[in-house]
């Protein structure tokens, strides 16, 4: 048998801000729990950072912000990637695994402004931005009369922009918010009747190849039980849906008095089409019933809804 003695640890990351935060706090966690590891980081740059400006609709392709990783990982460049969950498509490259899940404590979105103190306080028409199609639906559903337009970049660029006037207010994830310090610029938490989450959101997720026992080994101690039942339920339910395209769907899974509650959301991409559905059930049977779940809303009328959109994004 081989024994492998891993004393250095390579770990894959974006080289945005919020990424290499990750990537560090992931780092400092392992180096905390193994204190003979030598941990570093390597930065790459991935397709969905070279088109920063390009709506993301349009760049479309799956891994976007993972692909240049993974493939540095099947080649043994470095030995896992930290990611934000959501990022990750619902379907990893052979040979890959999610090897550890952390905790997840901001899975929600927020509304930011300079001038308005929520959603509801925005004026008529005001211009809100977001490149988010499940953000836009969502607002729109609640505030037909928003004027939403594209705005892409990373975190600090989103805020910029904001700081500029060229919008009234914009929707950013509370966790990459938090994580670089700027948790101060949240003008209201989203509540989840009007938006809900995308999958994985908020949760890091530690990607490592599937047929390194080490690795594997060497992050378990990364793992929240919880969070990892509440992703395993949406990134189920994303599997059903997903057709290769951005969908305005929003899944947000949970445990509530020691069962798995999911919710979702389906709409049409102006909001007017609204499909809602929760279900609860054993935590252990978490990826059985996000397709469950996946499948009644296909049926209640998810399914024109995504063929509408199929057909609106060939025409592009
Ligand atoms: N879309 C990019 C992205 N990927 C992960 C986060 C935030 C952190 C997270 O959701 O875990 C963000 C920024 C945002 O959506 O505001």
């Excluded at 037909?144 to 910029?160: A, K, Q, S, W």
Aim: aromatic share 4%.
């Amino acid at each position: 048998m081989k024994t492998q003695i891993t004393n250095r640890l390579v770990i894959g990351a974006r080289g945005s801000k919020l990424s290499l935060w990750q990537a560090n706090h992931i780092a400092d966690l392992l180096r905390a729990a193994h204190p003979q590891l030598e941990v570093s980081i390597k930065t790459f740059v991935t397709k969905g950072d070279k088109f920063l400006d390009a709506p993301l609709a349009k760049i479309g392709g799956k891994g976007l912000f993972t692909k240049e990783i993974e493939t540095a990982m099947l080649l043994g460049e470095v030995d896992l990637a930290v990611h934000s969950l959501k990022d990750m498509p619902a379907e990893l490259p052979p040979g890959l695994m999610i090897a550890a899940v952390t905790k997840r404590h901001d899975p929600d979105d927020a509304f930011i402004s300079n001038t308005y103190a929520s959603l509801d306080c925005l004026p008529q028409g005001a211009k809100l931005g977001t490149s988010s199609l499940r953000r836009k639906a969502q607002i729109l559903s609640k505030r037909t009369d928003l004027n939403i337009e594209d705005l892409r970049g990373n975190v600090d660029t989103r805020l910029r922009k904001l700081d500029n006037g060229e919008y009234d207010a914009i929707v950013l994830a509370v966790a990459g918010l938090k994580r670089l310090g700027l948790g101060g610029r949240i003008t209201q938490v989203l509540p989840r009747e009007i938006c809900l989450p995308a999958v994985g959101q908020g949760a890091l997720a530690i990607e490592a190849r599937s047929d390194d026992a080490t690795v594997q080994d060497l992050v378990a101690c990364l793992e929240d039980n919880a969070t990892r039942q509440a992703i395993t339920a949406e990134r189920a339910y994303l599997q059903v849906l997903e057709g290769g395209c951005q969908i305005p769907v929003g899944v947000f899974g949970q445990i509530v008095g020691g069962e798995l509650k999911l919710q979702a959301v389906i709409l049409s991409l102006d909001g007017t089409k609204k499909i809602s559905d929760v279900i609860y059930g054993n935590c252990d049977d978490a990826a059985v019933l996000g397709r469950e779940l996946a499948d009644r809303m296909l049926a209640a009328g998810g399914s024109n809804l995504l063929a509408v959109l199929a057909k609106a994004s060939e025409e592009e």
